[in-house]
């Protein structure tokens, strides 16, 4: 999710699906999406790094990982990849994640070897301290650290003050003990840097890792793709998922192939704030918890139609939703897709995150199996004939 996003809450059932005796047919809870299969290809993409921009690593990936799920394939200029079923069906509808992982860029290096930085996306100054990194240069990946003063030193200065940590006075340090090295190393002015820190999981179901935001979207998408073939359904429409680049900086990739694919209907996913930790305002931010479903909002890009379909198919089939609004724009590829062409009926459902844009951005298993549902069974319930008109 890019920077910009604000929500704000209406809270629904988050009623666990076996309790809930709504229904009198029985709907049998599906087998989870995160096989040791899965979860290692998860495990992968997380660690590998997908720098906004410079993507292509994450992408041969992801696309190797669905080709087998999917009819064709095809990448775009900027390295956006898309897997296709039923490519020449003239229906289209999308499901879309972001690929791109906020990063930093070598701005400048001074004479002592140390390398300065610029943003690429959204990534937070305030956790850059003591951090080890990869910076990305022409002989490939070089460690290197966020350098910071000791405890002991840093009051040392002519304010007396904790320094604080701002793009301007964040340094790394390679170990190269000049600018020579710092070259000799392949590191230059606009090589990009990753966090090192990758996948892991802590109790209870949770999973941890940097750009969750939205890789978990693309690891989403394909395991619709997956069931879609192992329980042999046919779709009436073609279905293109679509892993964009260059979310973080402006929903761009989404642009490009909404324009280029020119589709129906399309369900965007993405993350969305967890307002249960500590200094989060829930009349600001809304009421969302990881485990507690996904997280679908009203807003005006948002196609009220299309909406109201994905909550019918969550209550159908017991899963549970966190609806949240939001004000202008969702600041998610929804809104390229929404207002690409001549206007997309558009959908989004997220999924709660716990520690946005740090490098241990935290979701829940659960969210995970039932946002992969909830896509899946709306694509069932989807055709051509689908009346989305709103009067
Ligand atoms: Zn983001």
Request: with cysteine; proline share 5%; glycine share 8%.
């Amino acid at each position: 999710m890019s920077k910009e996003k604000k929500g704000k809450e209406k809270e629904k059932l988050v009623v666990k699906a076996e309790t809930k005796p709504k229904t009198t047919k029985a709907v049998s809870k599906p087998t989870s999406v995160l096989t040791e299969e899965a979860v290692s290809f998860l495990r992968t993409y997380i660690n590998t790094p997908s720098a906004v921009g410079f993507e292509s690593g994450g992408q041969k990936l992801w696309l190797n990982y669905i080709k087998p799920f999917v009819d064709t394939h095809f990448v775009d200029p900027y390295g956006t990849a898309v897997g296709v079923i039923n490519p020449d069906a003239p229906f289209k509808v999308v499901i879309e994640a972001h690929c791109d992982e906020i990063s930093w860029f070598v701005n400048y290096i001074n004479n002592e070897g140390l390398i300065y930085v610029k943003r690429n996306g959204g990534v937070d100054h305030q956790i850059a301290p003591a951090k080890r990194v990869l910076i990305h240069g022409k002989k490939g990946a070089v460690k290197a650290v966020f350098g910071w003063p000791a405890i002991h030193t840093r009051l040392s200065n002519p304010d007396n003050k904790e320094p604080v940590a701002k793009v301007d006075n964040l340094f790394l340090d390679c170990g190269a003990r000049n600018k020579k090295e710092v070259e000799e190393l392949g590191i230059h002015i606009g090589s990009v840097i990753t966090y090192e820190e990758g996948f892991d999981e802590l109790a209870n179901g949770y999973y941890i890792g940097r750009a969750m935001d939205n890789r978990i979207g693309g690891f989403m998408i394909a395991e619709v793709a997956r069931m879609l073939m192992n329980n042999k359904k046919q779709l009436p429409f073609g279905l293109y998922i679509v892993n964009a680049v260059q979310e973080e900086i402006g929903l761009r990739g989404a642009e490009m192939i909404a324009r280029r694919i020119k589709p129906n209907i399309a369900i965007i996913t993405d993350v969305t704030h967890d307002t249960q930790t500590p200094m989060i305002n829930k009349i600001i931010e809304g009421d969302v918890a990881c485990g507690k479903g996904p997280s679908p909002c009203y807003g005006p890009a948002v196609h009220n139609k299309l909406l109201k379909i994905v909550e019918d198919v969550a209550e159908k089939n017991n899963i549970p939703l966190q609806m949240r609004t939001v004000s202008r724009s969702t600041g998610t590829d929804t809104d390229s897709f929404a207002y690409a062409n001549d206007g997309c009926p558009s959908v989004l459902i997220s999924i709660p995150l716990r520690y946005m844009h740090t490098t241990v951005e935290m979701l829940h298993k659960e969210d995970i199996d039932s946002t992969v549902q909830l896509m899946y069974e709306t694509l069932l319930t989807l055709s051509p004939d689908t009346n989305l008109s709103y009067i």
